[in-house]
């Protein structure tokens, strides 16, 4: 029988009660702080290295593009595979490839190829950790019904070290140089391995298995036949595709829109980070999904808006905002739409579905990126976020016009109660 929570956290911070989750998330918090480091650090190497627009859509091409093939594999595995023990080694060698990186480019040995090579390990490694990873959250939770404060603390966790990490890459990257952040980086997947070895997730239910391929089709179907969750992943696609693709070009934005330097970067990079965290923590402290999928419409438009402006406006002092109200938005509505699907997806999918999720977002990122690559060097990067802009505002009106059929459908009603029946999506 599970536990129930002791309330000595107030209900913005209730998932943190289960003693799992809370090493999983002071792990996890530590580990992305450093790969925002690479992150921004990579960019910024890669720019002024080749100074090429289309290279950068590249490097995050080849970072994404495994997800293709692998997710959709790793989900079905997921849901066979003891998920913490798994993820110990995807972490471990997510921890190596860093280090290699790092001395790489600290020897001066750091060709194109060889980082295009080593980022696209990451992005195989990392195509497989997020099924696993997110499958795993409700496994660590004493209390089933803080699964959506979970899935929403851990949203606000990634932005907030999307806002600390880039911030302080720009400053080492400034002072220090690249190299620094690459071996930073190394060093912090050591919190999350130690913290995966220190917890004992909840066992999940047996299911009989069957071939992989045929698990793999079974999710597929699943997703299929419910449209709330397929429309739900759509949206997470054109948030990948269309949305965030112009992050890739940052680098471009702050040294040949804004005339700035690494700290320029890293403001940008923060601001999305800021406006991200207040959209997680909104997302957090809610108390129910009730009324949750005409807010999610509403972000997407709010973001379509937000970078159709940022097309068009080049002062810094403009652009920061701009970029902290997209990222505000985006967060919400993916985050949003994860929150939804964990709720209404059928444990026996779990991890199935969270691939399909993974492959919604890292994806279509992965052709939004390279496209937003090619585009900006044919049009300039202003009128390839208008494009991209404007086809985003479409995606998210043409969710909210959908939308409001999903609160008479019968599927869209949570799989464990949330606090009580009242809060719960009329069917």
């Known amino acids: 029988m599970d536990a129930q929570p002791n309330n000595r956290l107030p209900p913005l911070f209730r998932a943190l009660e289960s003693r799992n989750f809370r090493l999983f998330f002071a792990g996890q918090g530590i580990s992305l702080i450093g790969t ?76 194109i190829w060889l980082i295009l090579t080593i980022v696209t390990i990451f992005g195989s490694l990392n195509a497989i950790d997020i099924p696993f990873r997110q499958s795993l959250v409700s496994q660590m939770l004493d209390d089933k019904t803080a699964l959506p404060n979970a899935i929403a603390l851990n949203s606000a966790l990634f932005n907030s070290a999307r806002l600390v990490g880039p911030a302080l890459g720009g400053l080492l990257v400034a002072s220090m140089g690249e190299a620094t952040c690459f071996f930073l980086n190394a060093v912090s997947y050591l919190a999350i391995v130690g913290a995966l070895l220190a917890i004992h997730p909840h066992p999940t239910e047996t299911t009989k298995r069957h071939r992989l391929g045929k698990e793999i089709l079974d999710g597929l179907r699943y997703v299929r036949s419910h449209a709330p969750i397929r429309d739900l992943l759509l949206l997470v696609s054109a948030v990948g595709m269309l949305g965030l693709a112009y992050t890739v070009l940052l680098p471009v934005m702050a040294r040949d829109l804004l005339h700035g330097d690494a700290r320029t970067l890293g403001l940008l990079m923060g601001s999305g980070g800021a406006g991200a965290i207040v959209g997680a923590l909104l997302l957090a402290s809610r108390k129910s999904t009730d009324g949750l999928l005409p807010k999610i419409a509403l972000a997407s438009t709010l973001s379509g808006v937000s970078l159709l402006a940022l097309s068009r406006i080049h002062l810094l002092q403009w652009s920061m905002p701009l970029i902290a109200l997209s990222g505000f938005g985006f967060v919400f509505s993916a985050g949003g739409a994860n929150t939804l699907i964990q709720t209404w997806v059928d444990n026996r999918f779990r991890g199935r579905v969270l691939s399909l999720y993974t492959l919604a977002f890292l994806g279509s990122s992965t052709i939004g990126n390279l496209a937003m690559g090619w585009l900006s060097t044919h049009l300039g990067m202003p009128d390839a976020m208008l494009v991209f802009g404007g086809l985003f505002l479409a995606s998210a009106v043409v969710f909210a016009l959908r939308s409001p059929s999903f609160r008479n459908d019968p599927r869209c009603v949570p799989v464990v109660p949330l606090q009580s029946d009242e809060h719960r999506i009329p069917s």
């Open 36 to 111: 925002f480091l690479q992150q921004v650090a990579l960019g910024w190497f890669v720019y002024r290295v080749t100074g090429s627009k289309l290279l950068l859509g590249t490097i995050a091409f080849a970072s994404q593009a495994p997800s293709f093939l692998l997710s959709p594999i790793a989900g079905a595995l997921a849901d066979r595979w003891n998920r913490r023990k798994v993820l110990v080694i995807v972490q471990s060698l997510q921890g190596l490839q860093a280090l290699a990186l790092a001395i790489a480019i600290a020897t001066d040995h750091a060709p």
